[in-house]
């Protein structure tokens, strides 16, 4: 049986009612704390809740729950590139950094999760190509990198503009939006959908089979990192 697709409108509404509730209960939690109001910003509102939707009922008591005193990630995404990119693609950790914090901002993503897609894709190498030609380091078809940025408005010179890294990440950040909000907010299948596609994610779970592989190395990783970004906050405050 074919399962109806939600309109974008419908997804805009449950969006805004689902962002709505748990920006309460973010808000109740820091009251009770007694946390700061700074750590309420918008970025950090934006991170949690977009945590929430990947964790689902594990959110509570998760590692990204206990980071949410933190004002902000912006230092630990980008000393997270100066360790990972390797020799004269160092020079690129600011404004990749920047790039990931305003771009999961405006598109409602964790910047955490897109370094856990970072690490699942290329291990943080820019210069890697994937089998079916995916380029960079959120690993991206050069037609479907093309579509999205005709799509998003985002300059497109051809598939060299994947090599440059801050538009590969800016362009992979956008097609996730798409597949975010073309499968309304599911997390298990608009981040399968970025690695095997939306039509294969669609046909496997009119079988009643839930595609669990890639989701799973990604969000292994982004509890990884979250474990990582407790531990460097821990020390800080020695």
């Keep these: 049986m074919k399962t109806k697709r939600m309109s974008k409108w419908s997804f805009v509404i449950i969006s805004a009612f689902t962002l709505s509730f748990y920006v309460e209960k973010i808000?109740?939690?820091y009251d009770?704390?007694?946390?700061?109001?700074?750590?309420?910003?918008a970025a950090t509102i934006t991170r949690l809740v977009h945590a929430r939707e990947l964790l689902g009922s594990s959110y509570n008591g998760s590692?990204?729950?206990?980071?949410?005193?933190?004002?902000?990630?912006?230092h630990f995404v980008y000393n997270t590139f100066q360790e990972r990119l390797e020799g004269k693609w160092k020079k690129h950790a600011a404004n990749l950094s920047?790039?990931?914090?305003?771009?999961?901002?405006?598109?409602?993503?964790?910047?955490?999760?897109?370094?856990?897609?970072?690490?699942?894709?290329?291990?943080?190498?820019?210069?890697?190509?994937?089998?079916?030609?995916?380029?960079?380091?959120?690993?991206?078809k050069p037609d479907t990198a093309k579509w999205i940025s005709q799509k998003e408005g985002i300059a497109w010179k051809g598939k060299s503009t994947l090599r440059n890294p801050v538009m590969n990440v800016r362009i992979g950040i956008a097609y996730m939006a798409f597949l975010r909000k073309n499968f309304a907010g599911a997390a298990r299948h608009y981040v399968a959908a970025y690695n095997m596609g939306p039509s294969n994610v669609r046909k496997l779970a009119s079988q009643s089979i839930q595609p669990k592989e890639y989701s799973?190395?990604?969000?292994?990783?982004?509890?990884q990192i979250y474990a990582?970004?407790?531990?460097?906050?821990s020390v800080a405050q020695l």
């Design 27 to 29: 808000f109740a939690a």
């Design 32 to 41: 009770q704390a007694g946390t700061p109001s700074e750590a309420t910003s």
């Design 63 to 74: 590692l990204a729950e206990k980071t949410s005193s933190m004002n902000s990630v912006t």
């Design 98 to 140: 920047a790039t990931i914090i305003s771009e999961s901002e405006r598109h409602g993503f964790d910047p955490i999760f897109v370094l856990a897609v970072i690490q699942t894709e290329s291990q943080f190498d820019p210069t890697i190509v994937g089998m079916f030609g995916e380029i960079g380091l959120m690993q991206i």
């Design 216 to 223: 799973t190395r990604v969000m292994a990783n982004y509890n």
């Design 228 to 233: 990582l970004l407790l531990k460097v906050e």
